[in-house]
């Protein structure tokens, strides 16, 4: 199936049409007396959210995320985090907002390149949105990806992040978890016009930059509102701990623009429009250049450099149904219309002098219907959602002689398309007062599309075309065992069909790989089980989840034995049966109304079959880049009025020792031996001058360590002050 603008433009007057003829049905009567009274809970909750933002948070904060609508966090059978806007406006990316939550581990490939591994997994078996709409798309690939980093952390009110399988209701492939940003929205309606401006700057002295936020928001009475705004950054090159001092070429900076407007069309119905830019320029992959920073014996790249350009644009409608009644039985309908655009320009340059260009264009079209239907069996979320890739890839090679060649296709397969078609549906039931069943399905249907393919063996151009079909299922079980503790368990699939990135990349992977096109590849499959309990009582807070995924048909790449241009020629093949499993825990104690301690712990182990040569023999290893065990232990304070607040706090992860072969391979990137750990201090602190007005100031890595993460291509930053204000007037 193909998109033309013809079909474009009649799907956006077909939307609109359909708001128009819901806005003549009735004259408009403001915000709903349900949205009043959640916009207000926000509103008290916000102070409290801004001054203190720690790891644990709150059990009884509203998340939506886990089941499409709202609901305690308390109450929901999964393994739920929220992350605010204290966290996200001191942040330099909104994956680095993420670092501390148990069961996530970041890897840096460069400063600018962050990739998040959730409960192990990264990349395209972890699921991005925006206001649910998904960032991921075919060209994903399964190691570490720098795409997260588009989403202005400035531009949201807050992430919320539900581990494991979110399979069910956003998308077969969403196998670590899904996490959904959730943009700022205008709040406080009334019955004049009103409007605020907003400015948030943030320094930060280890690479020296300045960072910030522009923002316009307003209502024109009940019945509209919008917010404005314009973020970006400048970063120069990172100072390291200990001895190390700077890493040169680490510089780049970024700069994005957002728009939300809201519109209430009558007492049931609601209009939202969302626009946002985001781009990201001059991110150079150090590691594999001469600039890059040996450490504990890691590898020099030959490069002279490796600079990376992204873009990313969105453009969203969203079409809001309550209490509807339709036919005795749909209450509520939610419709999304969406284009999502992600591009990526590298400019290789090599130590003999040659240089490539190459990069993608992916224009996504969506399209989502969801209905909710209260009945005697219970609330039944149901739906479809469809969304379609048109991909462009070029790539130009000049030789040491200036003399340029155009290949066939870029980084993935040129003019390819790939349809991702899903059918949902998830009901929730209320079997006695202390127990809810949660069950859901989903039907998928994904297929790919590439006309301009190299060949690996002959160079020529071929084609690939291939679909998959698949139903996956989810079981979730939540017990209220006493007032203040609720047990929950859990039986998730996932399904992940092979994208173009699968079935056609042709680029440079790990340290020293070319990925080539290998068609054929059948889709992943996983089963995860999970358990977990949520406690508050007498001011202690805690979460402890215990997870365990069985893999089958993990893809995976396999070395041929050839030699391209230095680098080791690697296919992608479906490996055999593994597992992961692990342990998630959050605990915090209100020792009085004053002072807290919390910590985090996070453990992982898992192993997969895979073919660590060239020989059709494949052996049991340990899963590739497992993160280590690791954690958080502190001290919180606060004045009574949640004006001030200040916290100290260690972040540790043990050596990471147990490597796979494609680990002991990735040498710029992984010390002979394994990654040592390391501890960190940590310390934050926050004032509210006035109600617009608000303070922040951290200072991460006290003690100045020289440490990286776990397959990362640079060091973290040594002693860095962070300081901010945030103000509205």
Partial sequence: MQYTSKTLLGAIASFFLLASVILAQGSPRGLREAERQQAEELRRKEALELAVDDVV?????????????????FDSPFHVTVTGRDKLRR?????????????????????????????????????????????????????????????????????????GPGSVLYGSDAVGGAVNAIPLRRRDYGPENSWDRRVVLRYSSAENSISGRAQ???????????????????????????????????????????????????????????????????????????????FHGTTIGSDLSRDFDWERDLAAAFLDGYDLNLGGFVDEIHIRLSWHRIAERQKRRRGDGRVNDLGFDVDTFGVAVEFVSDTALGRLTYGVDYYHDEVDSFRTDTNALGQRTV????????????????????????????????????????????????????????????????????VRVNWRAANELNLYAGVSQA????????????????SGELEVPSPGIDPEKFLSLEFGAKLRWRGFT???????????????????????????????????????????????????????????FHWLDGQAETFPTSDPVSRTEVISRLPPLGGTLGLGWKTH??????????????RQDRLSTRDRADTSRIPPGGTPGYITLNLEGGYRIDEGTDVFLSIENLLDKNYRTHGSGLQEPGANLIIGIDFKF
């Fill in 542 to 600: 805690g979460t402890a989840a215990y997870h365990y995924t069985v893999i089958d048909d993990l893809v995976i790449r396999q070395p041929t034995g050839n030699i391209i241009d230095g680098e080791a020629e690697v296919i992608k093949r479906n490996g055999g049966d593994g597992h992961l499993q692990g342990v998630d825990l959050s605990l915090r104690y209100d020792l009085d109304d004053n002072w807290w301690v919390f910590g985090t």
């Fill in 91 to 163: 942040a330099r990316t909104i994956q680095d907002s993420l670092k501390e939550l148990p069961g996530v581990h970041l890897q840096r490939t460069s400063y600018g390149q962050v990739s998040p591994f959730l409960r192990g997994f990264t990349g395209y078996h972890t699921l991005m949105m925006i206001d649910g709409i998904r960032l991921n798309n075919s060209v994903l690939r399964s190691g570490p990806n720098e795409y997260w980093g588009l989403v202005d952390g400035f531009s949201l009110d807050r992430v919320e992040a539900v581990f």
């Fill in 216 to 294: 316009v928001s307003g209502n024109i009475g009940e019945d509209f509102g919008f917010v404005l705004g314009a973020s970006g950054g400048a970063f120069s090159d990172l100072n390291a701990g200990g001895d190390l001092g700077r890493q040169d070429a680490t510089n780049y900076h970024n700069y994005f623009a957002d728009g939300r407007f809201d519109i209430n069309l009558n007492e049931h119905w609601s209009l939202g429009i969302l626009a946002q830019l985001g781009r990201v320029a001059n991110v150079n992959r150090v590691h594999r250049t001469v600039d890059g920073v040996s």
């Fill in 57 to 73: 948070g709150t059990l009884d904060t509203i998340v939506v995320t886990a089941t499409r609508h709202d609901e305690e966090l």
């Fill in 495 to 510: 399904f992940r069909a092979p994208n173009l990135s699968d079935l056609s990349r042709l680029d440079s992977a790990r």
């Fill in 407 to 474: 290949r066939i296709q870029g980084p993935v397969g040129d003019d390819a398309s790939y349809d991702l078609l899903g059918l949902f549906a998830q009901n929730e039931i209320e079997i006695s007062n202390t127990v809810n069943l949660i069950v859901g399905g989903r039907l998928t249907y994904a297929a790919a599309d590439a006309d301009a393919v190299e060949d690996p063996l002959s160079g020529g151009q071929i084609s690939l075309e291939d679909d998959w079909l698949n139903v996956i299922g989810s």
């Fill in 641 to 654: 009025d949640d004006r001030l607040h200040l916290k100290a706090w260690a972040l540790a992860a043990d």
